[in-house]
C-alpha cells in the first residue's frame, strides 16, 4: 500500500485583513511617525506585506509623555477593578480576533499557521485573562497589603522591547502584567514584525482603553535604544539577546530605574538511557525544531546517554525526516520560514562552525521550498562542548549532539554555559528527574516535557539569561514597586 | 582589646585584625596593612589591607562553599545561623567595645546596635525554612502537569558593607545571603573594619562551613572592581559603595548580567526590621514542570 501523503490544506491568507499601511499607535490613536517607514517582509516569499510607519526619536519624547499623563490622571487613579475589566475585554477580543491574527501573525514572522494558531494566540489571550483577574487583587499577590490593602503601587511609566520570534505574544507578556499592575506602557516591537503589535493597540483601542495607557512605536533598533535610555520611564522590561541586554543593563546604571531582561539560552536536553525513548524522541524534536529553532529557550544542546547515544541518534534522524518544512500557511507545515536574511545568514554561519570544528552534520532530506527564507532541520553529532554550535545560541533549527554517562557528568555539562535560562530531563525514574532538575542551574525546567508555556507558570533566567520572571504572582513583582 | 595602656601594672594581649577566606584567617598575600583609628583619631590596630588576589581567592572559596551550603537542608541552615547568634550573643561585650571604638558611640548606643544586630541574625535564621513557601508557589497551569515554582540561591554574592554601621549594617545586608543559601565575599566597612573582624570570629566558631562567608579589610574603591568584574559572582550589593564609584559598578557587573543592589543615596537605617527585598534579591525562582498521566 502506498503510503497516504498530504495534500495542501493553506490557511485563507485574506483572514489577516492585511493593510497596505500601518501606523505607530500613541496616545489612543494611530499617528504618523516621524522615522522612515519601514517595509515588513514575508520570510516565506520575501514579499512585501505592508509599510510600516516608524517613530522618530521626538515620538519616542510624544509616547513617553502620553504614557505619563495616563499614569497620573486615568489609568493610575483608577480603581483595580475597573481596570481589570479593561483587561478582560482585550483578552476576549483577542480570542475573537485570534483566527486573524494567528494569520496575520504567520506572514508577518513565517512560522507555521499551526503554531500562531495553537499557541502565540491563544496563549497570548490566556495571558491578558490571567493577569486582568490581579488588577484588583494585588494586595493578596505576597508583596504586602499596601495602602488600603492594595497592594504595593506600580511603578510608573514602562519601556518595553520585544523581539521578533513570538510577536504578538512578546507583546502580551509586557503589556498585561504592567497593566494589571497600574502602570502604563511604551512598546516597541521589534523591527521585521510589527504588525501584531499594532492590531493589539487597535483592539486596545476598541476596547475602550483610555488614551495613553498602551502606546506602540515599531522603528529599528535605534528607536529601541532611544525608548529604553528615555529619563521619562520607571521601568524597563527587556526581551531579546544577551548582547543588547548587557548593553541596556549597562545604560540604566546608576539611574535607579527598575529593569528585568529575559536574555538568551542554551538549554540542555538532558536524556537518560531509561527515559521513555519515543517520547524523549518527540520532546526533543519540539525543543528544537519549534518556531524554527527561535525560541531562547529552546533545546539547543542534547546531551544523550552514552549506552542509548547511536539508538536515539537513528530514531531521532528518522522522526526529523518527517518534518514538513515549507509554506507557513500550509496547516500541514511543521517548520516555517526563517524569520530574516540576517538571521539566515548568522544560522549558516554558525553550522558553518560546526563543520569546521569538526562536529558532522545531519540534514533532514526534507524537501526545501524554492524561494523564500529557509534552513532544513539540522543535527550535529560528535560535538566538543569548546564547539560554537555547543556554545553560541544559534536560534535556528540546530540541534547539537553532546553524550554523557552518568548523571554528575549530565549535570556538569548542562550547567557548562554562562547562560541559564531552561533545560530539559528526560527519564522513568522520578526520583533521577527531580535529583537533576534540583541540580541544573536554569530559571525553567521541563521534566518529560519541553517548551510548555502558560500565564501562572513564571519564567525567565538564571545568569546571564537575565533577571526577573514572567507570569504568574511571581512575573507580577517586577512591575510592582515592592 | 586593642593597643590599651596596661591596666594595675598588666599589658593587654592585643590582636592581630586578619582577613578571614575560606574559613581561615590570613593575613593579606599582598602583605600590606593599613592603620585603623577609633572615632576620637587613636590607633586602635593595623588591619590588613586586602588585594585583587585576596579578592579571587575569596571569591573561589565562596564558589567552592557554594554547592554544600546550598544543598544543606533549609531546617540545618536556619540552625546554623542561630547557632551564629548564640555565639553573637557570647561574645556581645567584646562586640560592644568593638562598636564603640569604631563608632564612637556611647556604651549604652553601642549594646543597641550589637542586640540589633544579634536579633537581626534571629530574624534571618527563621527565615531558612520559610523562603520557599512565601516566594514559591503552585501554578494551575492549563493542562496535565504539575507545575511548581521556587527559590534558589543566586550564587556567590560579593557585598560591599555600609561604611556608616559597622557590625549592625553589616549584619543587616550579609544575613540575607546566607538565609536564601548564597555564599559571600564582603569588603568590610572601609574606616571600621574591626567589627567585621569580630563576627568573622564569631563565624569561625559558629557552625557556618568555611568559605560561605569571607571578609576581607582594605580600601572599598580598589577591591570593588574586582568584585564586581568576576564571572563567579553573581550578586553585588552595593550597600557602601564609594559614592563616585558606584555607577562604574553597576556598569561593570552588567558585563556579567549580576543581580545589583544599588547604592543608596543615604545609608539606610539598619535599626527598621527587613521585608523580604534582600531576599528576593538573592533568589532565583525556578519553574518545574512535570506531566500528569497513568
Redesign the interface.
Known sequence: MEPWTYSPARENAALANLQPSYRPFVDGRFVDGDGEPLKTVNPATEEVLAEVGTASTSDVDRAVAAARRAFETTWGPMPGAERAKYLFRIARIVAERSRELAVLETLDNGKPIRESRDVDVPTAAAHLFHHAGWADKLGHAGYGPGVGGNGPPPLGVVGAVIPWNFPLLMAVWKIAPALAAGNTIVLKPAETTPLTALVLAQIAAEAGLPAGVLNVLPGAGDIGSALVGHDGLDKVAFTGSTDVGKEIQRRLAGTGRRLTLELGGKAANIVYDDAALDQAVEGVVDGIFFNQGHVCCAGSRLLVQESIAEEFGELLHARVTTLRVGDPLDKNTDVGAINSRAQLDRIVDLAAAGDSEGAQRWTSPCPLPEKGLFFPPTVFSGVEQTMRVAREEIFGPVLSVLTFRTPDEAVAKANNTPYGLSAGVWTDKGSKAMWTAQRLRAGVVWTNTFNKFDPTSPFGGYAESGFGREGGRIGLGAYLDA | MSLSPPVDGRLGVAKTFKLYVGGAFPRSESGRSYPVSDAKGRLLAHAALASRKDVRDAVSAAAGAGKGWSGATAYNKGQVLYRVAEMLQARREGLVDDVVAAEGLTRKRASTQVDAAIDRWVWYAGWTDKISS??G?V?????P?V?W?APEP?GVVGVLAPQGSSLLGLVDVLAPVLATGCTAVVVASQERPLPAVGLSEVLATSDVPGGVVNILTGATAELAPWLAAH?EV?GLDLAGAPAEL???L??T?????K?VL?RPATEADHTRVP?T?RL?AWS????????VGR
Not at chain 2, 501554578?139 to 493542562?143: D, I, K
Not at chain 2, 557587573?253 to 548580567?257: E, K, L, P, Y
Not at chain 2, 532565583?284 to 506531566?291: G, L, R, S
Request: charged letters at 20%; zero cysteines; glycine letters at 6%.
Open positions: 512565601v516566594l508557589s501554578n494551575p497551569v492549563a493542562g502537569f507545575n515554582s543566586t564571572a553573581h558606584a555607577v562604574e553597576e556598569r557587573a552588567a558585563d556579567t548580567v543581580r544599588p521585608g527585598a528576593r532565583e525562582i525556578k519553574t518545574v514542570w512535570h506531566p
